[in-house]
C-alpha cells in the first residue's frame, strides 16, 4: 500500500457507444445500443442515454429493444475502436512505463514509475491533464481514478463516472469502502455475492466486523483471506507492464440452433481458422486444441487435445478440433461453438524442424516440403539448401458480387456521388445510408438504394478528429472541431457497481447479426 495516490486507472465512459455517436453527429445525445443484432445477440455497450432505460452491458439484445425500442441498433467496429484505443494507450504510455491494459478502453498507470507524481497534487495534476489530452486526440471522454491501490483506484473512477476524476486519499480507505455493497470488491461475483448475503453480509463494513475466520468458514482459506483484506482496504498488487496471454479463442453464437453435422463441421472449421489468424497477429502458437459447444439445453462441453509441439498450423488446428467434435453429441442441436488455442509459446514445433533441415550435411536430403511431421502437415518451407520449394501460381478470383454483400447497420460505406455516410438499416434488398462524417455540425441526409448498387462500396472508419485539431493536444484542454456534442447529453452514471462488465465481444457480433436497425 503506498503513502500517495499514484496508481491511476482510467476506464472510458460508454467506449463503444460513445465512439459511434462521435463518429456519427445524427446520433449525439440520443440512446445508442452496440452488440450482436441477432435474435441471441449481446449488448457490448449502451450510451448513457440508453441507460435511462434500463438497458446494461451483457443484457440479451431482446430485451434492450423492449426497454428502448427507438435506440440506435448497431453492430461492433472493431477497427476503429482498437484505432482509438492504441491513442489511449499511447498517452497513458507517456506518463508511465508501467501500463497494464486491461482491455480497448481500461488501463492501470503507476505514476510514480514514471516520475510524474509523488503526492495528491501531483497525481491530480496528471490525472486532469490525462483527460484533457484524451479528449483533444479522441474526442471523446475518459473517467480518471487515483489512490494508492489498484483496487482503491478502480473503486474510484467508477464514482468518477461520466467524465470525472476522483482522487482517494491513503488513510480514507476505510471509511469510504464500509456502506458499499460487498460487490465492489474483486473477486465478489453474483454467487459469492449471494452466498454473503445469506449469512447477513451485505456491505463491506459487515466483512470488517464478521473477521477473517468467519470468511474463510464461508469461502475457503485462500478466497476468504483475500476478500477480507480487500474489505479492509488491503491491496498491494502491482501494476504489471506486460501479461502473458494464457490462450485465444473464437466462438460464435447461432441465431437458429444447428442440427446438420456437415454444417457444424464446417462451422468448427471456420472458427479454427479465424482461431488461427488471432494466435499468428499475437505472435503466438499452441500446443493445446480446445473445442467448446453449447448445445440446445443450454449445456457446455469442453473437449481438448494436446499435440506433441506448438503449432499456428490452420491446417492442423482445423484437423485437432474435428476430432474432438467426433466426440460430441449434436443430435439435439447446437447454440454456440468455439475454438481456442492454449499452452502459448512464442514458437512452432515446424521452426524447430526447419532449424533441423538447415544444419544438415549437403549429401542428406531435406524433407519435401508440406511432409507430415509430428504434428501435422506443415506450412510449405522457404529454400532449403540450393533447392527452393515450387511455388504455386495464385489463382485469380472471381470479382465480388455486390449484392451478396453484407450491410451492418452503422458500418461505413462511401457512395460515388454521396461521399462518405454509415448504413442505417437493411433489408428486402434496400440498403439506407445516412450520408455524415465526424466533423460535420449536424445530421446528414438520408439516402435509400438496391443492395448492388454499384456506387456503393464499404469503406474504412474516418477518424474522430481531425489530424490538425489533435496538434498541441498535450494539456491545451482546447475542445476538438466537430465532437464538441460527442458526449454532451451523457447522464449521471446510474450502473456504478463494479460487477463484471464486458468489454469487448467477438468481432462482427457473431453470425447472423442482423443489420436492420431502429431510427433514432
Keep these: 500500500m503506498r503513502a500517495a495516490p499514484t496508481i491511476l486507472h482510467l476506464d472510458m465512459d460508454a467506449f463503444f457507444a460513445a465512439a459511434e455517436q462521435a463518429s456519427k453527429p445524427s446520433l449525439r445525445g440520443k440512446p445508442v445500443v452496440v452488440g450482436g443484432l441477432g435474435p441471441r445477440g ?9 441507460r435511462r432505460f434500463g438497458v446494461r452491458s451483457a443484457m440479451p439484445m431482446a430485451q434492450a429493444r423492449r426497454l428502448c425500442p427507438n435506440a440506435a441498433y448497431l453492430v461492433p467496429r472493431f477497427q476503429l475502436y482498437r484505432t482509438i484505443s492504441e491513442q489511449v494507450m499511447e498517452l497513458l504510455g507517456r506518463l508511465s512505463p508501467l501500463v497494464e491494459p486491461l482491455s480497448l478502453d481500461e488501463a492501470f498507470v503507476d505514476l510514480e514509475a514514471g516520475g510524474v507524481a509523488f503526492d495528491s497534487a501531483g497525481a491530480r495534476a496528471a490525472g486532469e491533464r490525462l483527460r484533457r489530452d484524451i479528449r483533444a486526440v479522441t474526442g471523446l471522454s475518459g473517467s480518471v481514478g487515483l489512490a494508492g491501490s489498484k483496487m482503491l483506484a478502480k473503486i474510484a473512477s467508477e464514482e468518477a463516472k461520466p467524465d470525472g476524476l476522483v482522487l482517494i486519499e491513503p488513510g480514507t480507505e476505510r471509511g469510504l469502502l464500509a456502506p458499499m455493497s460487498v460487490r465492489i470488491l474483486p473477486g465478489v461475483g453474483p454467487a459469492t455475492g449471494e452466498h454473503l448475503r445469506r449469512a447477513g453480509m451485505t456491505t463491506v463494513s459487515d466483512l470488517v466486523e464478521a473477521g477473517e475466520d468467519e470468511l474463510v468458514r464461508l469461502l475457503g482459506k485462500s478466497h476468504g483471506a483475500s476478500l477480507h483484506r480487500m474489505a479492509t482496504g488491503y491491496d498491494d498488487r502491482p501494476v504489471v507492464a506486460e501479461r502473458d496471454a494464457k490462450s485465444v479463442s473464437v466462438e460464435d453464437t447461432f441465431d437458429v440452433d444447428l442440427h446438420d453435422r456437415l454444417r457444424i463441421t464446417m462451422e468448427v472449421g471456420r472458427l479454427a481458422d479465424r482461431c488461427v489468424q488471432r494466435l499468428r497477429a499475437s505472435g503466438h502458437s499452441g500446443r493445446t ?3 467448446k459447444v453449447r448445445r440446445y439445453d443450454f449445456s457446455t462441453l469442453t473437449r481438448s487435445e494436446t499435440l506433441r509441439g506448438p503449432t499456428d498450423d490452420p491446417g492442423v488446428v482445423r484437423e485437432a478440433a474435428a476430432r474432438l467434435l467426433e466426440a460430441v453429441d449434436t443430435t439435439g442441436g447446437v447454440r454456440l461453438l468455439g475454438v481456442g488455442v492454449s499452452g502459448l509459446a512464442d514458437f512452432t514445433q515446424e521452426d524447430l524442424f526447419a532449424q533441423a533441415a538447415g544444419e544438415r550435411p549437403a549429401e542428406e536430403p531435406a524433407e519435401p516440403a508440406g511432409a507430415v511431421g509430428p504434428v501435422g502437415p506443415t506450412r510449405p518451407a522457404g529454400p532449403v539448401g540450393d533447392e527452393a520449394a515450387p511455388v504455386a501460381e495464385a489463382e485469380p478470383q472471381p470479382p465480388e458480387d455486390p449484392a451478396q454483400r453484407r450491410w451492418l447497420a452503422g458500418h461505413d460505406v ?3 456521388e454521396y461521399g462518405p455516410g454509415w448504413v442505417q438499416g437493411s433489408g428486402v434488398g434496400r440498403v439506407t445510408v445516412r450520408f455524415e462524417t465526424p466533423t460535420a455540425k449536424g445530421p446528414g441526409r438520408v439516402r435509400t438504394f438496391r443492395v448492388d448498387d454499384p456506387g456503393l462500396e464499404p469503406a474504412e472508419p474516418l477518424p474522430l478528429v481531425e489530424p490538425a485539431d489533435r496538434e498541441g493536444g498535450g494539456g491545451a484542454g482546447a475542445e476538438p472541431k466537430g465532437v464538441a456534442g460527442a458526449v454532451a447529453g451523457v447522464v449521471e452514471d446510474q450502473d ?3 460487477a463484471s462488465r464486458p468489454k469487448s465481444r467477438s ?8 443489420a436492420a436497425m431502429s431510427r433514432p
Design 289 to 291: 486444441i480446445v473445442l
Design 42 to 50: 449481446v449488448v457490448s455497450t449502451a450510451s448513457y442515454e440508453a
Design 507 to 514: 468481432e462482427g457480433g457473431g453470425p447472423g447479426s442482423g
Design 496 to 498: 456504478s457497481p463494479l
Design 414 to 416: 462511401r457512395h460515388a
